[in-house]
């Protein structure tokens, strides 16, 4: 074999042996991308299962804080009604029990006394709902202090401080003053617009 045979086949080898290097670096680089690759989508779908899951955690945080603030407002509107529905009722007991003290009044007449102390259908029935809604008044109350209980909530215990205000009016069978019921339904709608603040704040 002479030494331009030997050349070539060299350069031959040499040239087939680069191409096999550089078609295995090739490979495996390809290998290594569509791993890293692999690696980073496994990643990406984690992270998005990841996101999802908190934000349907935080949707449910949402829709359940919206529920109950939905309710609250429920029952403090249901029971400010409530105190103008028992004052109206308690001016009515009023009359009712005048009659009573007029029934056995020694300086009207007999005949007068007799017709005051006659009841209408209309007085008992009057009696009986002033009672029913003052049933319902302490019920619903006793709801609202369930709903707002955070104690360090100042407008929150502003509130619940004017509702037992009205409570102990009712228990001594007195109307509400128009001054206490128009504090009372200020700090209601206060208290609503606060509420509705930070639901805002929270979805923004």
């Known amino acids: 074999m002479d030494l331009?045979?030997?050349n070539v086949i060299i350069a031959g080898g040499t040239s087939l042996l680069g191409s096999l290097i550089g078609a295995g670096l090739a490979f495996w680089g390809a290998r290594r991308g569509?791993?890293?690759q692999s690696e980073v989508s496994e990643k990406n779908i984690k992270n998005s299962m990841e996101i999802a899951k908190m934000n349907?955690?935080?949707k449910l945080i949402a829709e359940n804080k919206i529920s109950w603030d939905n309710e609250t407002r429920k029952l403090i509107s249901k029971f400010i009604r409530q105190c103008f529905d028992i004052n109206h009722?308690?001016?009515n007991v009023k009359i009712i029990e005048q009659k009573k003290k007029l029934s056995v009044d020694p300086t009207i007449s007999a005949k007068e006394r007799k017709q005051y102390s006659e009841l209408s259908k209309e007085d008992v029935e009057n009696v009986k709902q002033t009672m029913s809604i003052l049933a319902d008044a302490m019920e619903t109350m006793t709801e609202i202090r369930l709903h707002i209980f955070d104690k360090s909530d100042v407008l929150g215990n502003q509130l619940l401080d004017a509702f037992v205000n009205a409570e102990q009016?009712?228990?001594k069978n007195e109307t509400i003053p128009s001054a206490e019921l128009a504090q009372l339904t200020?700090?209601?709608r206060n208290y609503f617009e606060r509420q509705w603040k930070e639901?805002?704040?929270d979805i923004n």
């Open 4 to 6: 331009t045979t030997m």
């Open 56 to 58: 349907i955690e935080e």
């Open 186 to 188: 200020e700090l209601s």
């Open 169 to 171: 009016h009712f228990e």
């Open 34 to 36: 569509a791993k890293i």
């Open 199 to 201: 639901l805002t704040k």
């Open 89 to 91: 009722g308690i001016e």
